[in-house]
């Protein structure tokens, strides 16, 4: 079980990592239209981001406990690569939500700081 917890971690933190960018990318060619615009929505997602890193971890790491007592899953053979894919997968999952929430925000204090003309 700590394999997969270490593993899972990990995934999901380098995936939260690779999503998250793309999603601010993403987010800041559509919603922005001047650099310091882009600067302020993309610092935002990512201060937010990180600030959920913690609380990801150990939402995933309760969850995949959770799953395992309630269906009685085996932590042996390869059920742990599950638990690992599982916790990677809410990891990434909750730290890109609230990335994107924070790159919401971000447009939106951006818009109002630093006005620009949206063509």
């Keep these: 079980m700590l394999v997969a917890i270490i593993v899972g971690s990990f995934v999901g ?14 987010l800041a060619d559509r919603h922005t239209s001047t650099p310091a615009q882009r600067r302020f929505m993309k610092v935002m997602g ?6 959920a890193m913690a609380p990801a971890i150990f939402i995933s790491v309760f969850l995949s406990s959770w799953l395992d ?3 009685n899953l085996p932590v042996t053979g390869g059920f742990w ?22 790159a919401v925000l971000g447009i939106i204090g951006a818009r109002s700081l630093y006005p620009g003309s949206r063509s």
């Design 81 to 102: 690569l599950l638990h690992a894919l599982g916790l990677s997968l809410v990891t990434a999952l909750t730290v890109v939500g609230a990335t994107g929430m924070g």
């Design 46 to 51: 990512g201060v937010l981001g990180a600030i």
């Design 69 to 71: 007592r309630a269906f």
């Design 13 to 26: 933190t380098a995936a939260a990592w690779f999503l998250s960018l793309r999603l601010l990318g993403l």
